[in-house]
């Protein structure tokens, strides 16, 4: 009896050795809870909600957000910066210059392990600007804690994703001349 329970015990220590002894992921509900996450940052964007983005961030000096605004890239440190800028943003006048922006994300690729998560994905920008359609693409990267079971947003990284360029070759290069 004694040697099974030596057995028995020495077995649940190396699993816990190996294993961390962490509760284990259902990482197809995690996958599902991440996604929702991310997109309910953009639809409470659009919504101009600083109250749904302030659910789905994590509110601590440690949090970052990084994206294009011109021809610069803005670093955001922390979550007041964080929340200060998209108010700045819901208040600025160049949200009358467009009119029907969306922004699908496409083509995920989720990574989650029991206290943290990080998505890939490409961004979808199409709408009107000035009168005029517009379209353009980025990429991005959302890294995420699970804070008493739930997901909450960390850092984003966006990145607007170069135009192709049309290969000069010497009839094309003819032909603009």
Known sequence: M???FYILGSLLLFTCIFNGCQPQVDI????????????????????????????????????RRYFPSGKSLRVLNG?????????E???AEWWDDYKDVK???????VSVNA???????????TGMYLEEPFETNQNRIVYLVNHDDTWKISLIVQMTVPEEKEEVTEETAEEVQ
């Open 28 to 63: 197809e509900a995690a996958e599902k809870a991440v996604i929702a996450v991310n997109e309910e940052e953009r639809d409470a964007f659009f919504a101009k909600d600083i109250i749904r983005l302030a659910e789905v961030w994590v509110q601590e000096p440690s949090s």
């Open 115 to 125: 206290n943290s998560a990080v998505v890939y994905h490409d961004i979808h920008w």
């Open 2 to 4: 004694k040697k099974t």
């Open 103 to 109: 922004a699908d994300f496409l083509n995920y690729v």
């Open 79 to 87: 979550w007041t910066e964080i929340k200060a800028d998209y108010e």
């Open 89 to 91: 943003d819901f208040e």
